[in-house]
């Protein structure tokens, strides 16, 4: 339960967290040093680390590497079962709520089980529910699933408090990564007013602007991933934190 209350004190004390999602297939080895130290000192809570495919090859050492640079949890956010690694903290232990493709409900997580209390690592049971965005995303497609369509808040409302009441600990609502069009504001709204575990939302948010708008409207945490590709970027990561982090005093 360590890194699910450090992530509930973080919501507490500052009104919202902020994970920064590491893809191993998207960051080369060699800026995962300098990324880390600029999220570090701009206020970032913790990392997911996971990818949809994880061509380049070991989860183990990219965590390893990560890990030397902060003392911040490391949390796999999974694409397959192939991607569980004992130096991680945690792992959101994702069901996709929002789909009837009974393997990404229940089947994959027996497969894993197992793996994961052998790794050690904190599972943190996580209601994942897919919501339209514009283009198919990466996340609709491999999971063979259809997701909750942008219009329907009520849809996404009801799939939230039934994953509440089958006991998941968190719901993230995901637009997918490089989502064209972010999860809209009035559907975390209509979430975060239906149930009362908290609400992690991610994909396609580019601003730090809209990332104050989902936390305005009930998220508990904010991702952000594709954006921070761009090195260029990079400079905007505390931005997104005093956003986020709306209960801190605001540097000058
Ligand atoms: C994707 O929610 C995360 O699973 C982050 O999305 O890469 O679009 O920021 P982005």
């Known amino acids: 339960m360590k ?3 450090y992530l509930l004190n973080n919501v507490k004390t500052k009104g919202a967290a902020y994970l920064v ?3 191993p297939d998207k960051l080369p080895i060699t800026k995962i040093a300098p990324f880390i130290r600029h999220c570090e000192k701009s206020g970032v809570d913790g990392f997911l680390i996971g990818g949809s495919l994880m061509i380049s090859g070991d989860l183990d050492s990219f965590i390893e590497v990560v890990k030397v640079e902060t003392s911040l949890p490391l949390i796999i956010f999974p694409g397959s079962i192939n991607q569980i690694s004992s130096s ?4 959101l232990f994702l069901s996709v709520i929002s789909g009837r493709n009974s393997e990404h409900l229940i089947g994959k ?4 089980s197992p793996l994961i209390k052998r790794a050690n690592i904190e599972p943190i049971s996580t209601g994942y529910i897919l919501v339209e965005s514009g283009v198919t995303t990466t996340a609709v497609y491999m999971s063979g699933s259809l997701p909750v369509p942008r219009n329907k808040p009520e849809i996404a409302a009801a799939t939230a408090l039934a994953g509440e009441y089958l006991g998941m600990k968190f719901i ?3 637009a997918g990564s490089g989502a064209q069009d972010s999860v809209p ?3 975390v709204k209509a979430v975060s007013k239906e149930c009362s575990i ?3 939302v991610g994909g396609g948010i580019r601003t730090p602007q809209a990332a104050r708008k989902k936390v305005d409207n009930g998220a508990s945490v904010i991702v952000t991933g594709n954006f921070f590709e761009n090195e260029n970027n990079w400079d905007l990561i505390k931005d997104f934190a005093s956003a986020i982090h709306y209960k801190l005093p605001v540097e000058v």
């Open 185 to 187: 504001d009035e559907m």
């Open 198 to 200: 908290p609400i992690i």
């Open 109 to 112: 997580h027996v497969t894993a």
């Open 21 to 23: 999602l590491l893809d």
């Open 3 to 5: 890194t699910y209350n």
């Open 172 to 174: 993230y609502l995901e």
């Open 88 to 91: 991680a903290d945690a792992i």
